[in-house]
């Protein structure tokens, strides 16, 4: 996904490395990201996702919950790091909406 336009410094991959990293601490979970090719518009593009899973501690057995996920289309964007700040963005969007939701099921 190198660009002659990129806005990054060179260092794109360390850089979404760390956004993903501060998401997760943020959020307290764990982001999946994920890549496949698929025809979008008549021609193949990537398909880009990001699943944000809840922390399981270790020893335990279950499966993780997810807790949000997202996909964008990669032609729609110039960079890595745009395709990967608009998964986080669209994630934080439905972890707010989660967690509103769970506000008001909360007795005193």
Not at 13 to 30: G, I, M, S
Not at 53 to 79: F, M, N, R
Request: proline share 2%.
């Amino acid at each position: 996904m190198g660009s002659r336009d990129s806005l990054s410094n060179g260092r794109e991959p360390e850089e979404v490395t760390d956004l993903v990293e501060a998401f997760q601490e943020q959020n307290k979970c764990v982001i999946i990201l994920g890549s496949s090719l698929a025809l979008h518009n008549g021609k193949q593009d990537s398909l880009w996702s990001a699943t944000a899973l809840e922390i399981i501690s270790a020893g335990q057995e279950q499966q993780p919950l997810v807790l949000a996920s997202a996909t964008v289309w990669g032609g729609d964007y110039k960079t890595l790091m745009g395709v990967v700040s608009r998964l986080l963005y669209t994630l934080d969007f439905e972890l707010a909406l989660r967690e509103y939701g769970n506000l008001g099921t909360k007795k005193a």
